[in-house]
């Protein structure tokens, strides 16, 4: 059961694809990061940190010993249940080094974290507006809201990822979104590193709502 609602996080889109003409039902801020080496980038890296609600969804699942944190051991069976299920829709995300967009097939490095206290909140939403798009949805592709977060205060799970560039690269560009808004995904401009800036991108959007696009962030970052 742990292994199972664990995966709808990440593949949300293949897993209930009525759920294109819905708000998003999980939000998540990102941070990127780059790594360079002898004057290029070898490495982007990108965390991801859950919304509180979705974070009380699947914290109890992964921190199996209910220590609030996570073991060495338990991280290895997340990435054993999510690294391949990820993979599978290029992490959400496309990679560009100055030639065409590419997703990334796996990932150099996984870890993860429990945010106790949150780094990242944001105003309550409803995350089942627009399910019915005027008929009924089918019981099995509901989104009822989670729980509120913890009276001991909110919490955010966080996913980092590092994927390897193909060769190293003096500029390095990424975005990250669902196509079908089922996932929230925006940048942090506070965090981005020097060198980097953030933009929308002119064609990649996410849009529950035809005419009503939102388009992904896209960090772009360049050496001298």
Not at 85 to 105: A, C, H, Q, Y
Request: net charge neutral; hydrophobic share 40%; with cysteine.
């Amino acid at each position: 059961m742990r292994r199972l609602l664990a995966l709808i996080l990440s593949v949300a889109v293949l897993l209930l694809p009525a759920a294109a003409m819905a708000h998003p039902h999980l939000w998540v801020q990102q941070l990127v990061r780059v790594v360079a080496k002898d004057g290029k980038y070898t490495h982007v890296e990108i965390e991801w940190r859950f919304d509180p609600f979705s974070s009380e969804v699947e914290i109890p699942l992964i921190d199996e010993d209910k220590d609030g944190k996570f073991s060495a051991r338990e991280i290895k069976l997340l990435s054993d249940d999510m690294m391949p299920e990820l993979s599978k829709v290029g992490f959400m995300s496309w990679i560009n080094t100055g030639k065409k967009d590419f997703r990334p097939s796996k990932v150099a490095q996984f870890s993860a974290r429990v945010d106790d206290p949150a780094s990242f909140t944001l105003p309550d939403w409803d995350r089942s507006a627009g399910d019915n798009g005027g008929m009924a949805m089918p019981p099995n592709k509901r989104t009822n809201n989670p729980e509120p977060p913890r009276k001991q205060g909110a919490r955010n799970l966080v996913y980092v990822m590092r994927f390897a560039l193909p060769e190293p690269s003096k500029t390095v560009s990424i975005a990250t979104f669902d196509p079908d808004d089922f996932i929230r995904i925006e940048v942090d401009k506070a965090s981005l590193p020097a060198g980097c800036m953030l933009a929308k991108h002119p064609t990649y959007k996410a849009e529950f709502i035809r005419g009503y696009p939102v388009f992904a962030d896209l960090v772009t970052c360049q050496l001298p």
